[in-house]
C-alpha cells in the first residue's frame, strides 16, 4: 500500500514533512491507529487506517495498531479479533507483531499518576458523576470546587491506593487533574482521570478496580510507544490542551503530539458504533457483516476490494473540515475496480424459457466466451447451449414501447456469444402471465456475428437449461433512505429511514455451470446485471449464495436527476 504518495500533500503530510526538514525526533516518524475494542471497523476507521498507515509506509515510519481497551464495561475479545482482521485487510499486511493493548500500560500509567498527586498536580474527588456535573459552572462561572482540592499530597496518594485496592464502590471516588476551575475550555475544569469500574476487563481481568479516562490515558500511551504524530479526529481538538497538560507535567517522557483532521460521513449511511450496535441489536440487519452495514467486515463480505476502499480514501483526502461524502464516490471506486478485475459471467437473475424451434433437439454444443474485455490474460471459457435456454423475463415484451431493443415478436437480438434470433411467438398461463418464449436461430451467425453485415441493436444474455447452476442472490442497496440519516430531530430517528428494499433475495436464479467452482474470493460480473461475489457464509453445495456488490452504474443519480 503506497498510493498515498502521487497526491499532492495534505495538512499533515506537509507537518510531517516541515518536522524531517528541521530534524524533529531524530528524522523518525511513528503513527497508530488506536481503536476501542467496542464495535466493528467501519468505513470511517479505514479513513483513520489509511491515513496512518500510509504515512508511516510513505515516510518509512512505524506504524502500531493499538487497543484503547480502558473501559472494561464495553469491551469484548471479538471486537479485538475482528478489528486485527480489518485493519490487516485494509492494509493488506501482516500486523501480528505491531499490536498493542493500552491494558499493559496500566502499571505504567498508575506511577504517572502517584507521580501527579505526589506533585500537588492530581485530588482524589468525593462528589458523584451528578454533583460533578452541577457544580461544573458555565462560561463565565467557574466549577465549584471539589474538597479534595485543598487535601495534601499524602492524603490524596492515601485515598488514591484505597481506590485501588477495591475500598470504595463505583462512583464514591475519582482522581482528579488540578488544573484551572475557570478555564473556558471545560475539558481544563479539573477532568477525571481515573474513576472506579468493578467489571471484569477483558485482558488484565480483576486485576484493576480503577480504570484511566480517554484523556489521560491516550497521551500516555502514545508517549509509551514513541508515536511521533498521534492523529485524530476533529472532535478532540478541544482536549489537544488536556493531552498537552498530562504531558508537560510528567518529567522524563517522550513527547508526541495530537493533531486533528475531518472524520469520514458518507450520504445515506450511519457511523456510529453506538448505531451500528443498535441495528445489529435489534435485529434490523443481520449482523455486523451484514453486506448492507457500512461495516469493514460487510463490505467485505459484499464483495468489496481493499484497493477500493483505498483508492476511495486517496480520492476524499485528508482536510480540517466536516463534511459529508456522497456514498456514490465509494461506490465508483468499487466499480472502477471490479471493472479491470472481475470475471464476466453469465447468469439470469428472473428467469423464462426461450425455446429455439429450428434447434435439433438432443443437441448440445460449446460456445466461447470471453472472461474480460479488459483483461487478455484472463482467457477464454466454453459455455453449453442447445435447444431451451433461460433468459431473463424483463427481455420480452409483449408490447414493446419505443427504444426496446430486446426481444418481441418479430426482432432479431443476439443471445450474447452465440447465435442471432428472431423471436417467433410466446405462451402465457392463466394469470396473463408470459411462461415460454419462442424464437428461430440463424446458424450462419454462431460468435453473435453475422456474415452479411446486418446489425441488431439488442443483446441478451442467457444460460442453457440442463446445465444451469440454481442459486440465491442477494441484491444490496443503500441502508437507509435519507440522505443524512443523523439529520434528525430525535437522535433515534435515524431507524425511520432504513430502506425496506436494501435487501432483495431471489431464490431461483439460473447460472452458468462454470460457477459452481468459483470461490468466495473471486470477483465476477454478471453481464448487464452487476458485480457479484460467492457468499461466504450462507452458500452451500448444492445452494450457493451471490452478493451483489453493486450494480454496474449509478442508478441513484439518475433517480435523483429525474425529480
Ligand atoms: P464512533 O464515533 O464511530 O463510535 P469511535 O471514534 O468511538 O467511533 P474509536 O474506536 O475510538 O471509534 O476510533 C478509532 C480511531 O478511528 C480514532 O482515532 C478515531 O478518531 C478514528 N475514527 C473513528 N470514526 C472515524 C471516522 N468516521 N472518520 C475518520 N476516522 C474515524
Ligand atoms: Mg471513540
Not at 102 to 117: P, T, V
Not at 125 to 144: F, L, W, Y
Not at 430 to 447: F, K, L, M, S, W
Not at 454 to 483: C, M, P, S
Request: contains cysteine; aromatic residues 12%.
Amino acid at each position: 500500500m503506497n498510493e498515498i504518495s502521487e497526491k499532492r500533500l495534505n495538512f499533515i503530510e506537509q507537518i510531517i514533512e516541515h518536522d524531517l526538514n528541521e530534524g524533529k525526533n531524530g528524522g523518525r516518524i511513528a503513527t497508530r491507529f488506536p481503536p476501542e475494542p467496542n464495535g466493528y471497523l467501519h468505513i470511517g476507521h479505514a479513513k483513520s487506517i489509511c491515513l496512518n498507515y500510509g504515512l508511516a509506509k510513505k515516510y518509512g515510519g512505524e506504524f502500531v495498531l493499538r487497543f484503547d481497551d480502558t473501559n472494561p464495561s464495553k469491551e469484548e475479545t471479538e471486537y479485538v479479533e475482528s478489528i486485527i482482521e480489518d485493519v490487516q485487510w485494509i492494509t493488506g499486511d501482516d500486523l501480528s507483531n505491531r499490536i498493542r493493548y493500552a491494558s499493559d500500560y496500566f502499571d505504567q500509567m498508575y506511577i504517572w499518576a502517584e507521580e501527579l498527586i505526589k506533585k500537588g498536580k492530581a485530588y482524589v474527588c468525593n462528589q458523584t458523576p451528578d454533583e460533578m456535573r452541577d457544580n461544573r459552572g458555565t462560561p463565565s462561572v467557574p466549577m465549584k470546587p471539589s474538597e479534595g482540592r485543598n487535601y495534601t499530597p499524602e492524603k490524596n496518594l492515601e485515598l488514591f491506593r484505597r481506590m485501588r485496592a477495591g475500598e470504595f464502590n463505583e462512583g464514591q471516588y475519582t482522581l482528579r487533574a488540578k488544573i484551572d476551575p475557570a478555564s473556558p475550555n471545560f475539558n481544563l475544569r479539573d477532568p477525571v482521570m481515573y474513576r472506579i469500574i468493578k467489571s471484569e476487563h477483558h485482558r488484565t481481568g480483576n486485576k484493576w478496580q480503577i480504570y484511566p479516562m480517554y484523556d489521560w490515558a491516550h497521551g500516555l500511551e502514545d508517549s509509551i510507544e514513541h508515536i511521533t504524530h498521534s492523529i485524530c479526529t476533529l472532535e478532540f481538538e478541544h482536549h489537544r490542551a488536556l493531552y498537552d497538560w498530562f504531558l508537560d507535567n510528567l518529567d522524563n517522557i517522550w513527547r508526541p503530539y495530537q493533531y486533528e483532521f475531518a472524520r469520514l460521513n458518507l450520504t445515506y449511511t450511519v457511523m456510529s458504533k453506538r448505531k451500528l450496535l443498535e441495528l445489529v441489536k435489534g435485529g434490523f440487519v443481520n449482523g455486523w457483516n451484514d453486506p448492507r452495514m457500512p461495516t469493514i467486515c460487510g463490505f467485505r463480505r459484499r464483495g468489496y476490494t481493499p484497493e477500493s476502499i483505498r483508492s476511495f480514501c486517496r480520492e476524499i483526502g485528508v482536510a480540517k473540515m466536516n463534511s459529508i461524502i456522497d456514498v456514490v464516490k465509494l461506490e465508483n471506486a468499487i466499480r472502477e475496480d471490479l471493472n479491470k478485475r472481475a470475471l464476466r459471467r453469465m447468469g439470469v437473475l428472473r428467469p423464462i424459457k426461450l425455446i429455439i424451434e429450428n434447434y435439433p433437439e438432443n443437441q448440445t454444443e460449446q460456445i466461447e466466451a470471453i472472461n474480460n474485455p479488459e483483461n487478455e490474460n484472463d482467457g477464454t471459457r466454453l459455455i453449453p447451449f442447445s435447444k431451451t435456454l433461460y433468459i431473463e423475463r424483463d427481455d420480452f415484451m409483449e408490447e414493446p414501447p419505443k427504444k426496446y431493443f430486446r426481444l418481441s415478436i418479430g426482432r432479431e437480438v443476439r443471445l450474447r456469444y452465440a447465435y442471432y434470433i428472431t423471436c417467433t411467438g410466446f405462451d402465457k398461463d392463466e394469470n396473463g402471465n408470459i411462461t415460454q418464449v419462442y424464437c428461430t436461430y440463424d446458424p450462419t451467425t454462431r460468435g453473435g456475428t453475422s456474415d452479411d453485415g446486418r446489425k441488431v441493436q439488442g443483446t441478451i444474455h442467457w444460460v442453457e437449461v440442463n446445465n444451469a447452476l440454481n442459486a440465491e442472490i442477494r441484491l444490496y442497496d443503500r441502508l437507509f433512505t435519507k440522505e443524512n440519516p443523523d439529520d434528525t430531530q430525535d437522535k433515534n430517528d435515524y431507524k425511520n429511514y432504513l430502506n425496506p428494499k436494501a435487501l432483495e433475495i431471489i431464490t431461483n436464479a439460473k447460472l452458468e455451470p462454470s460457477l459452481k467452482n468459483i470461490t468466495p474470493e473471486q470477483r465476477f460480473q454478471f453481464e448487464r446485471i452487476g458485480y457479484f461475489c460467492k457468499d461466504n457464509i450462507d452458500s452451500t453445495p448444492n445452494k450457493p449464495v451471490f452478493n451483489r456488490t453493486t450494480s454496474l452504474r449509478d442508478t441513484w443519480t439518475k433517480i435523483d436527476n429525474k425529480n
